[in-house]
Nanobody, 132 residues
Framework: QVQLVESGGGLVQAGGSLTLSCAAS????????IGWFRQAPGKEREFVVA????????YYEDSVKGRFTISRDNAKNTVYLQMKYLKPEDTAVYSC?????????????????????????WGQGTQVTVSS
């Protein structure tokens, strides 16, 4: 069982920066891949970025490449999402989610980590609003 709590959302002007945190409690955090998803008003929830248990293994959605950076600190059971050069279209509720990625889990490619249906645990979300 993993509990996730996001923080760090807020209101920022276009071009500004925010860093979101996803703090986890529970067992074996380091054996979970963490994904960030976002949902804008009136839209479907969409994938943003994911990091596997190996912190260097990441996958970004095209629209955030070069602007967002995901990192994880397993000692602190926390994943960070640094967001720079924010745009009004980044406005959404951002949620983190966890999916088992332990040594006994067979790697089948990134498609599983891009699919929100494959995630077992979700946080409550944090609002990010970017004003123009």
């Amino acid at each position: 069982q993993v509990q996730l709590v996001e923080s760090g959302g807020g209101l920022v002007q276009a071009g500004g920066s925010l860093t979101l945190s996803c703090a986890a409690s529970g067992r074996a955090f380091s054996d979970y891949a963490i994904g960030w998803f976002r949902q804008a008003p009136g839209k479907e929830r969409e994938f943003v970025v994911a990091v596997r248990r190996a912190a260097y293994s990441t996958y970004y959605e095209d629209s955030v490449k070069g602007r967002f950076t995901i990192s994880r600190d397993n000692a602190k059971n926390t994943v960070y999402l640094q967001m720079k050069y924010l745009k009004p279209e980044d406005t959404a509720v951002y949620s983190c989610a966890a999916q088992s990625d332990g040594p006994l889990v067979r790697w089948t490619g990134w498609s599983k980590l891009l699919s929100q249906d494959e995630y077992d645990y979700w946080g409550q979300g944090t609002q990010v609003t970017v004003s123009s």
